[in-house]
């Protein structure tokens, strides 16, 4: 009997040891481990809730205004063109996406390694002007290239726009494989020269392959700049109308349904595409 009371008396000493802390030490003390992850959860969720409004509405039977939920339907999927201009709109935007992303990609790359590899006399002056289009902001750049076309007697329209988005992307094209030049590591072309590579062969078996993933990624970034432009493809169009241009005229009475659905393919096709550059990018690091 005695043995147990002083267990029990020791197992009373041993909890009084444990410090206990209030209510509101806890709770201070668990959102302070967990203040990332609540920063996280909100900033994704301001960041997806347009994009979960695009996804739902793409499935809005909503006939001739899509402001207000009617009811369920596939048919929007079933025929995305089925908005009057809606897809000429977006074939305006891809046929200038693709030529803007090509030039400038072009352009941008030798930009990038005149600047990142060579010194020559207004390097500097080079590298400062790259930055002035990105500085800019987009309706005087826009204003100007328009003026600039009239004065030139160029009316606006197709080919114009896609000179105004080739100068502004060539900035966002020369910063992003400037940075991949930069992180090259010269022992390896040193290494290929060693083995009697001339400089041709360096360039397309070394320098190349390794700045391709920095060039891949300024020709998805210009993409996706010229793709999703307003305000400058606004000034410099004329009659033309790209799918920016078609969502905006159409946002008084309620973007169509078909625009939803544009809109999400393309959110997802975008997914798709960056999943599988970090699956492909994974991959190659567990073969190397």
């Not at 920016?244 to 625009?259: D, H, K, L």
Request: hydrophobic share 50%; glycine share 6%; charged share 15%.
């Amino acid at each position: 009997m005695t043995q147990v009371q002083s267990n029990s008396k020791a197992s009373r000493q041993k909890d009084a040891s444990i410090p206990t802390f209030p209510l509101k030490a806890r709770i201070s003390r668990w959102f302070g481990r967990n203040l990332i992850r609540i920063y996280a959860v909100f900033g994704f969720t301001y960041l997806f809730i347009p994009v979960a409004y695009t996804f739902a509405f793409s499935f809005n039977d909503s006939g001739k205004s899509n402001l207000v939920w009617k009811g369920f339907t596939l048919d929007n999927w079933k025929n995305p063109c089925g908005a009057p201009e809606v897809c000429a709109a977006l074939g305006n935007s891809i046929k200038i996406g693709l030529l803007a992303t090509t030039f400038s990609t072009i352009l941008g790359t030798m930009i990038a390694f005149a600047i990142g590899r060579y010194a020559f006399k207004g390097r500097s002056s080079s590298n400062l002007l790259i930055f002035l289009p990105m500085a800019t902001p987009e309706i005087v750049l826009g204003a100007s290239l328009l003026s600039l076309f009239l004065v030139f007697h160029i009316n606006p329209g197709f080919w114009p726009t896609v000179i105004a988005h080739v100068m502004f992307c060539i900035s966002f094209v020369v910063v992003t494989v400037k940075a991949r030049i930069a992180s090259l590591d010269p022992r390896l072309e040193q290494a290929a020269m060693d083995l009697y590579a001339n400089e041709l062969e360096t360039f397309k078996k070394v320098t190349l392959p390794l700045v391709a993933p920095g060039i891949a990624g300024a020709a998805l970034l210009a993409f996706s700049l010229s793709f999703d432009d307003f305000i400058i493809t606004n000034f410099n169009s004329g009659t033309l109308k790209t799918f920016p241009e078609f969502v905006y005229t159409s946002a008084a009475r309620g973007i169509p349904a078909q625009a939803n659905v544009i809109g999400s393919a393309m959110f997802f096709l975008a997914l798709i595409i960056v999943i599988a550059g970090q699956f492909v990018g994974k991959k190659a690091k567990v073969a190397k």
